[in-house]
């Protein structure tokens, strides 16, 4: 069982780069979502989504894109890379219903120079 | 908004000695859902425990136990026997019922010392 696969582990991008984050998962989980994790805040929810075509904003959505167009796939879009986007990101997803935890992937680690 | 504070940056502990994790949360619902998140230095999140806001017994699991004052808007993690393994950031972590989103605490960095 893989779990929550995310690539890649790491990325250095210039300002004003685009790039995609890939993240699948094969639990057949309903509910996908992308945080980013900085020092002193714990994790900030970005994007998120409950079901195929279906995606919200979370906390912290600016600069970032998300579609879902199957179960299994959530790609985070980085639009115009800027430095403040510098963080590692995580992808998780979970079982609808109420009160499950989340599975992790094991995160990517940005640096945007 | 729901909000979750864990006021320990840093907390460390002996080998075999038991240390508690503090976390309080604020919030307005009755239907809700608390975990604790271990990260090692791989940055894996693995979760550690869980306990239902509608539960009045603590949830353990194993070593790993929660002291859960719904009241108080406290939800403690106790580890016992503590291990060189146990170090790493520990995350609480809220969850409305019904709703898909987590919010987190800053997270508290536990060193073991042998």
């Known amino acids: 069982n893989a779990g929550v696969t995310q690539t890649p582990k790491f990325q250095v991008l210039k300002t004003g780069q685009s790039m995609t984050l890939q993240c699948a998962q094969d639990?057949?989980?309903?509910?996908m979502s992308w945080y980013r994790q900085d020092p002193g805040m714990g994790l900030r929810l970005i994007h998120y989504?409950?079901?195929?075509?279906?995606?919200d904003q979370g906390e912290v959505p600016n600069g970032y894109n998300v579609s879902r167009s199957t179960t299994e796939d959530f790609p985070l879009r980085l639009l115009s890379a800027a430095p403040s986007q510098t963080s590692v990101y995580f992808c998780a997803s979970t079982r609808a219903g109420t009160g499950y935890g989340y599975t992790f992937g094991s995160g990517t680690r940005l640096t945007v120079v | 908004a729901q909000t979750v504070t864990q006021s320990q940056p840093e907390m460390s502990v002996q080998e075999a000695e038991t240390v508690t994790l503090s976390c309080t949360y604020d919030?307005?619902?009755?239907?809700?859902?608390l975990f604790w998140y271990k990260q090692p230095p791989s940055r894996q999140m693995i979760l550690v425990i869980r306990?239902?806001?509608?539960?009045?017994q603590n949830a353990t699991e194993n070593r790993f136990s929660v002291n859960f004052q719904k009241a108080a808007k406290s939800f403690s993690l106790k580890i016992s026997d503590s291990q060189l393994g146990d170090a790493a950031m520990y995350f609480c972590a809220y969850r409305s019922g019904g709703a898909q989103k987590l919010v987190f605490g800053q997270g508290t960095r536990l060193t073991i010392n042998p």
């Open positions: 639990m057949n989980h309903e509910y």
């Open positions: 989504s409950v079901g195929a075509g279906i995606t």
């Open positions: 919030t307005s619902e009755s239907d809700y859902y």
């Open positions: 306990q239902e806001a509608y539960k009045q």
